[in-house]
């Protein structure tokens, strides 16, 4: 993993100026925004700026009673998979779904997480899925492909590689009546430029057949995984430090604006809240590289994160109206604002810094320990970072041939 230590300093160095002369933003051409206006369509880059590649991944995920193991799995490494998709040169924009399905006659057939770059989120909700129910053989496969291309917020820009990734053990009911079949769901998402990749658990010929089946009318990869998802657990002395910091670094967002932008700002952190009490250490450390990775600061900040909207220039904090600001800020002098900013900002870069130096501790003991198993490359995050190493490399990303976990 690379970690830019240069450029953090670099960060730490200017981010004071930044927040203290407001006026350089507009000077470089960014128009300050009204009151509370920040939105997603502010973080877009300028015309004259190459957008980064982005990444948008959905997971439809089987979440009958047989597939607990896989679950447990999904919930300990969905940060290490979101940490190896953020190693690509350039680091990309990364946005994740879910679909939990389960079958007709279960508590639900599908449940949607949409595709979100708020990462926290996604994962509280993963959170709370249970294995439970099925039992018949065959589950609702159709349904959750189709909700998987169709339910989600797939952009259309060019330059985004956009990936499914189907993982079951049982094989799609064809018997119910007017439900349209995978064949047919797999040529839309072709259309789309969606790529569907197909990841079996456990050995049953049938899904076999048809998992083989998706992957090849898809274009995409045959993956197959123990019944308990083929996880390789390491835990480390780094990971109870490294969610400190993470936690530490959560302290230092300043979240702005009104009306939904405040709904969405306590949303975030009660998601954030959730997964300090409840992930496990080695969850939260993953969650800690991620974060201070450059592909990570959108999952971290959000859209009305008023350390970074200022540092980065897209909000000149003088021209926020003080009720639009958190109470102890709407209090401050503009100077004071300022000088609270700054520090922010000064913190959350020597936090990011130390995050990168443990996480290259962390990376050598988990190396070490995989060595001496002999357990390299044959579980489901390096299997999924295989994937997504070639087939990214369509739309420019570029990954090292071995995954970090």
Known sequence: MKHPLPALALFAATAVAVVL??????????????????????????PAVRQR???????????????GGLIHAAKDKIWSIAASMAQADPAPEIRMGLVAYRDRGDEYVTRVVDLSSDLDSMYAALMDFRASGGGDGPEAVNQALADAVERMSWSGDDNVYRVV????????????????????IVALANARGIVVNAIQCGSQHDTARIWQHIAALAQGDYI????????????????????????????????????????????????????????????????????????GEASFAGDHELVEAVTSGRVALDTIAADALPAPLAAMSAEERRAHVAAQATKR?????????LAARRDAYIAAELEARGARGDSLDDKLYDTVRRQAAEVGLHYEAEAKH
């Open 165 to 184: 990734f189907l993982v079951g053990d049982a094989p799609p009911h064809m018997d119910y009546q007017g439900e349209r079949r995978y064949p047919e």
């Open 53 to 67: 590649p982005r990444i948008e991944v959905v997971f439809a995920l089987d979440t009958t009673g047989s597939m």
């Open 224 to 295: 197959t995984v123990g019944q308990n998802g083929g996880a390789v657990a390491v835990s480390t002395p780094f990971d109870g430090e490294l969610g400190r910091l993470a936690a530490e670094m959560d302290g230092t967002r300043v979240f702005f604006g009104a009306g939904d932008a405040h709904e969405r700002a306590a949303r975030k952190e009660r998601a954030t809240a959730k997964l300090h009490a409840a992930a496990a250490p080695e969850a939260l450390a993953r969650r800690a590289l991620f974060n201070a990775s450059a592909a």
């Open 349 to 357: 870069a020597q936090l990011k810094a130390s995050i990168a130096r």
């Open 21 to 46: 002369y407001p006026d350089l933003a507009s000077h470089a051409g960014t128009t300050p925004k009204a009151p509370g206006a920040a939105n997603s369509a502010s973080r877009q880059a300028p």
